[in-house]
């Protein structure tokens, strides 16, 4: 039995119950359907007080019915695979088209390889909750061994299993397990009577064999330093200034800045600052940013998107020339070229969208060194917790967690707690200087355009020459 | 539908007794959901569903977990509370995980809050397109440089049934209606500036139907040419529709976790003035016909009136079973209900008499903030850092919209620089947060 054939077990179905629904989903005259089983269990185990003291499962399951016309959407889920209720929410996103002829369903059904892309060694439903407690144990003793002043540990953690069966109008079949881990941490520490705090985090598409020796080690000493230098910590006098972003989690500028415009339901309803750029020069040369997931065992990777795609590696922006934008279905008709793999949804109970997975600059020829020494007076900032854009108006924000004031080319004072602010366009046009240092940050960046969606990103240290800090006067 | 999810409750109940479970609690919801939207004056979606999900917490012998399934035949069902029951007891006990005194339980009789229209399943999708595109067409084709407009009308019934194995049980249910407008406006260069408006309720017939697409488009249109100001100090007026991001670390302060984990600015700070001698955050979870009124927290344990802050003094920390126990303190309720703020501790009456308008009048010059752009605070220190977007105004009238600008300082330091509050909170909020104004605060442009 093939994967498709299994999960087609599990969730009850046969080829022409498939063929079945998707005729009642275009039995209105929609242009095209899709079908979205999904089985997801998930878990975690927490750490507070020095004790795993809390832990939960949950499951979920059901099945999300698409039907396209033209642009338009129709989008029904139940949670209850009987074919009388599949039809029952077939029938109502069938209602989307209002003209044309009823479609026939597929008459063969296509089942493409997709090229593997991340791999559970040892599935996470194969163990115990015992089995996971010395990892948080010891990731706790090892927080309060690095440093006297932690007063507090709380650690977590997230595992999740997603068993996917998908199916369309053009008879695509295609079947997999996803696998989700995470492992966070947050430390906090008292000193001379204040507190402060700081977390860290790394997450894959891993089975147990990513609860390493070496990934608890590394966290620990993560958290500590992260959140030790925040008593030392100010915050620098606000305004317009150079800054230089340090390597891997500024990679929020690409996701924030640019990513969100680059996506191209954003651009189809002309609402995205970029809606006119495409195939113009919007930065230097020495810039490339790619959307990829292709990357095994990334957060943001998938074999295969959401509507039956192939994932691939895109470069959105390629020598500074903006070269394509993130693809669904309806956009990639829209734009009259191919979906490059980037309709994701959080689960069947939403409609896929175009979403990010690993967003990343590539590296450029200078040392992080000279940018930051080129600087006379800005900021280094390295560590941030969150993002937003105005898609449309172009202004995006970052929040600033660590950093360091920049003084005639040197870091001097630490700085926390900033948020900063620019417009894309104009920030990715004043990259003046990329380090040869790119690489992916693999905490747990979680996207929120309308839905939730794991993704990842990253970046080589850069030199923007005007950023908007927030600060004190 | 109610009826079965009560028996799944019931069951889940004795199954983890079955398990060996000394306590446990189950809830369950039923969501229905519907929305219709237009882009452009065209239907562009429809979406519809219907879920339930089981919720139970586990207590045994001090060791907890929390689960949830939406697979409730009693086969699976007793499989998944059996698992989860051997996961628990996995767990190391912590006494202060029980459930709470019976004594603090909601028990009396859940009178009407208004909250439920009777009519929910009658409405047709024919008058629920209609609203859509009536709202469209308040934007549709009215100014050549609205580029793009996309309209909603959604609606939606929760049901929510809860008991505990030591006799408790209540429930609720809510409908909800929105209409929602959002337009994008062409600029100078590329910028497309977007802005939105909404109007909801819990019944149908007091939805405000007119009026919000050309909200909407008035909104996008006044954010053409922004510009960017010298960074300073300015006097700050804040929107009723995103007060409440204000109100937020205040209300994550006082957190019974945020407090026994050392992680919160106001630790220790119960019984002292921490705020001007005015302020007050006053709950009254009783008052009919709005959205954030209710009988019980997730524990079950009643809600009642409350100054959670009176006279800037902190009177209570928001204390489930668990942080109290672990804080040696009393529980008091998980979180805020219907929350209002005020300088003079009353609610806000139904016809407001403070209004955006009257505040700007009276506040000189200043930023008029209608948005946040990211930014966050710190849990500790209660230092914030957010993006913003909105006015600059002077003597009540509005001159430009601003950009690319961060408003910085300290939560506590804000809140005693609070002048003005307005009587006009935003209904369809589960908070009634109105028009704030704050002096003298630091903003971070040029």
Redesign the interface.
Known sequence: MNKAESMMAMFGVTDNNLKRLISVALSKGGDYADIYFEHSVSNELNL??S????????????VGIRVIKG?????????ITTMAEMER?AG??A??A?SGTPKLAPAEIISPLFKERYRAEIPWDGV???DR?PTLTELDELVFQADSRV??V?AKISDSNTKILFFNSEGIIAAEERPMASVAVTC?M?HEG????GSSSRSFRMGYEMLSKNLVKELAEEVVSRTAIQFEAG?PK???MPVVMGAGSSGILLH?AIGHAFEADFNR?????????LGKKICSDEISVVDDGTIFANRGSVSFDDEGVESQKTYMVKDGVLNSYLHDRISAKYYNTDPTGNGRRESF?F?PLPRMRATYMESGRSKESELISSVKNGLFVNNF???????????????VKSGFIIENGRLTTPV????????G?EALADIVGIADNSVIDDGTWTCGKEQYCAVSCGMPSVLVSKL?????? | MEKNIKQIVSLALDMAKGAGCSASRAGAEISVQSSFSV?NN????????????LFLQLFIDG?????????TEADELKN?ID??AE??K?????ND?VLPDKDLLFTGIAKDLGQFDSDFNNIT?EEKRDITFSCSQEIFGKDPRI??S?CEYGDSLEYYYMADSEGFSGESRQTSYSVSAEC?AK?KG?????AWWYESSMKFADLQRVGCGKNAMERALA?LA?R?LK???YNMVLENTVASRVVSPIISALNGAAIH???SFL?GKLGERIFTSDLYFIDRPHEYGYEGSRYFDSEGIATKPMNIIDKGVIKSYYLNTYNARKLGMKPTIEGPSLLSVSLNGKLPSHVPEITLENVLKVSGKGILVTGF?????????G?????I?GFYFENGIILHPI??????GNIVELWNSLKITGDDPKRGSRWLIPTLMFESV?F???
């Open positions: 507070r007080d004790e795993v003291n809390g832990a939960g499962t949950h499951v979920d399951y059901g642009e338009g959407t129709g989008y029904a889920y139940t949670e929410a109502i996103a209602a989307i209002t115990s909750f015992s407690i007063v507090k709380l906090i008292q204040k507190t402060e705090n915050r606000g305004g317009e924030e309803m002309g609402t995205s600052i970029f809606s006119d750029k109970r409609m917790s969150n993002g937003q854009v105005q898609i449309g108006a172009g202004d995006f924000t970052f929040f926390k707690d900033i948020n900063i602010i620019g417009n366009p908007t800090v927030g600060g004190v006067e | 882009r065209v239907l562009d979606r429809l979406h519809s569903s219907t879920g339930s999900t060791r907890y977990g929390y689960y949830s399934t939406n697979r998944f698992k989860a996961a628990t996995l767990l190391a006990p912590d995980r999708p580029i793009s996309n994008s600029d590329n910028a497309r500036p977007e954010r922004p960017k960074s300073g100090k984990q050392n992680n630790a752009n990211g930014g966050n605070s710190n849990s500790s220190s230092d914030f850092s957010f993006g977007q950009k690319e600008m961060n408003v910085t630091t971070n442009g040029n």
